[in-house]
């Protein structure tokens, strides 16, 4: 990272990012295209291991891409705000962002399904709600392994 005095280094600088974003940008590659979608996320940190969970239709080119490969990157970032200056170069800009690289499973296990879901809402809403494994049937679950994460933040 060029700006290492901006690097967010340790899991609780990364949580704090991730706690505060509602949207991440999913990258995939297949059929030799990348192609990028936002979408709401939950997460869970246990053991020093992240995993991000989001949701999606049961069908769609995003889950055919994840099956054919199911190698991903992704994306958070929040906290903005632009800092004005009296000249142009001296302007600059507030962030945090958060990026990942990690292996995707579309998670089959109906009682997995419901716990994912449950994290997913507890981030969005910051509320539990109860779900059932029927409920859960109705769309698809997909459960990032993070193999990497790295943060920045000018703030």
Request: aromatic share 10%; with cysteine; proline share 5%.
């Amino acid at each position: 990272m060029r700006r290492s005095d901006r690097e967010l280094r340790d899991p609780g600088q990364l949580l704090e990012v991730i706690d505060a974003c509602k949207v991440f940008r999913l990258a995939m590659a297949a059929e030799g295209r990348p192609y990028l979608v936002p979408l709401n996320f939950g997460y869970a940190y246990e053991g020093g291991q992240f995993e991000f969970y989001f949701h999606s239709a049961l069908q769609g080119r995003k889950l055919d891409l994840l099956r054919q490969n199911p190698q991903v990157c992704f994306e958070l970032d929040c906290g903005h705000a632009l800092v004005p200056a009296d000249l142009p170069c001296g302007y600059s800009y507030r962030y945090a962002s958060v990026i990942g690289e990690g292996t995707v499973e579309l998670v089959e296990e109906p009682a997995r399904k419901v716990l994912y879901l449950q994290r997913l809402l507890r981030h969005q809403t910051g509320r539990d709600f109860p779900l059932r494994e029927e409920q859960a049937a109705s769309v698809a679950v997909g459960r990032i392994l993070v193999h990497s994460l790295t943060g920045k933040a000018h703030r």
